[in-house]
């Protein structure tokens, strides 16, 4: 049976992988079982059994909960209105560490809008399984930023959202006249929890690097003030950020102890032209 050709590309010899019943294969038969929540696991065999790669099923539940409040759609909203005046007709679109796919989810309905395609990968497998029920219509793939299994110049729009930057790997994918949003922390991105945190709180250092390949056309401030309400809400916004590992105990005590918290959410999105 011919299947649908995929966006995907085979990790084991690189051919593009067609979306069979049940599974991706590539012409040289390669095969990779779709899974019951509809990813398909593109990690070369090598890495398969490293241990717990990704954000593990804590920090993802934890993200789960806190983008669910909505707190960050003044990003997502942002983020889909570049994607929109970037993506021609038909295009394709790469969220390269796309989480559970909050922001995924969004990005795929533009990009429908446009009888366009939309794929997503990530490292963590407990994300992917929810980012593949989150995007019905998308592509979906366990799968490293730093190996994507996607063909060269085969990329319209690539979407980095706080994941790890493979600058090198998303001028291979992303075709001349492309674009690559990426999207870090603001200077002053959640003072007031690194105020309640730390006795000394240092603000972010504002980059605004080109890449090899990326001309930086452009860069959108996004900021939104928030007050969480709950001991859940409020752990599950710490329990998402890098502050979760390295926080001193006797800190994460008094945290827990707070019902209240108002936090400015703090956002860079940098619009990369790809020469
Ligand atoms: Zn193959």
Redesign the pocket.
Known sequence: MEGIKSLFC??????R?SREEGRY??????SFDLAREGYVNLLPANRQHSKAPGDDRDMTAARTRFLDGGWYSPLRSALCELAEKALPPGGTLLDAGCGEGWYTSALAEIVRKKGGRTAGVDLSKPAVKKAARRCPGAEIAVASVYHLPVGDSSVDVLVNCFSPLAAEEFARVVRPGGWFFYVVPGPRHLWELKEFLYESPYENEEKEEEYPGFALEGVTAVESVFTLTGQQDIMALFGMTPYAWKTPREAVERLSQTEKLTVTAQFRIHALGRK
Do not use: K, W
């Not at 085979?10 to 051919?15: A, E, K, L, N």
């Not at 294969?25 to 390669?30: I, K, L």
């Open positions: 085979c990790p084991v010899c690189g051919g992988l294969a590539c012409e040289s038969r390669h």
